[in-house]
């Protein structure tokens, strides 16, 4: 039995589609707002979506539903399939970028290009990296660069704390994880930030499901294929901030990997989407995409 999909779409119908993939464990309402209202007042159709267990999206049952992260994979197509589209131009953020890599890999009919936003190179082992940094492990020769301490000191702190004991607790939590991410290469919005994490928490049917993202990619560690970025035969721009936390210099190893990639920094951007990257992330996207 498949699950249901939450989507909208802006735009007109008859604008070149632009699909937004967003990351583990978060709901499509993280591409923001103006970013894509400046999508569509470009001439585009701009699809978002929630990926299964978080958001609108349905909740699984793992114990009785398992599933991996190739069935995670697989809801971007039926997206498109439920929205009537042959293809698209796929835009990308974190492990939703992973996402991307892999179907201009296996399906590059369905890729008008790709956009990849503060992502790793598919197949180059990120989760493992950053688990080793959170135990403390030496990572081996050849390696991806680590996170930032700063992203490690977190999130070991977090492993250890106990549940938020109400929903204030919970999203002071969700605000400090947006402030990690958000690095300090810009101000910081802490009521931006509440007013967006509020609305994360009420409009998730359960917030705890997004824990099965991490149960998905454990049950298939090897999701990501070794040495097929050269097959991808989308335009692809790789986008990446100065001041990165999760994945630093990243950017530039997917850039290498896939023929005729662009690698655009921005400056003072980390892992999130603030309102001073907006203009510059939706210039390079509508001149990515423009026919």
């Known amino acids: 039995m498949q699950n249901t999909i939450w989507s909208e779409e802006f735009g007109s119908a008859d604008d070149a589609p632009i699909l937004l993939i967003m990351g583990s464990m978060s709901q499509g309402i993280l591409w923001p707002d103006e970013f894509v209202g400046r999508l569509a007042a470009g001439g585009r159709r ?43 131009h796929l835009v990308c953020h974190s492990a939703g970028g992973l996402l991307g890599q892999f179907i201009a890999v296996e399906r590059p009919e369905r890729v008008r290009t790709l956009t ?122 790789v986008i990446e901030g100065t001041h990165e936390p999760a994945k630093p210099g990243h950017g530039a190893l997917i850039a290498a990997q896939i023929p005729g990639a662009r690698l655009l920094m921005i400056e003072g951007m980390g892992h999130t989407l603030p309102p001073e990257t907006h203009e510059p992330l939706a210039t390079a996207v509508l001149n990515h995409t423009a026919d």
Do not use: C
Request: without cysteine; hydrophobic residues 40%.
């Open 116 to 237: 990849v936003i503060g992502s790793s190179p598919l197949g180059g082992g990120e989760g493992q990296v950053i688990m080793r940094a959170l135990m403390g492990q030496p990572q081996p020769e050849g390696s991806l660069p680590e996170p930032t301490p700063e992203f490690v000191a977190f999130y070991r702190d977090l492993m250890a704390a106990p549940p938020a004991a109400d929903r204030r607790d919970q999203i002071d939590r969700m605000i400090a994880e947006e402030r990690l991410l958000h690095g300090g290469g810009l101000p910081f919005d802490e009521d931006a930030s509440r007013r967006l994490q509020e609305r994360v928490y009420d409009r998730a049917r359960d917030l705890a499901a997004v824990a099965n993202h991490r149960l998905a990619a454990m049950a298939k560690p090897d999701f990501e294929p070794v040495g097929v970025l050269e097959r991808v035969k989308a335009p692809t721009l």
């Open 46 to 88: 701009v699809i978002r979506y929630d990926h299964r267990d978080t958001g609108m999206s349905d909740t699984i049952d793992f114990s009785a539903q398992p599933y991996t992260w190739d069935d995670i994979k697989d809801d971007v197509l039926r997206v498109m399939d439920a929205h009537g589209l042959d293809s698209a």
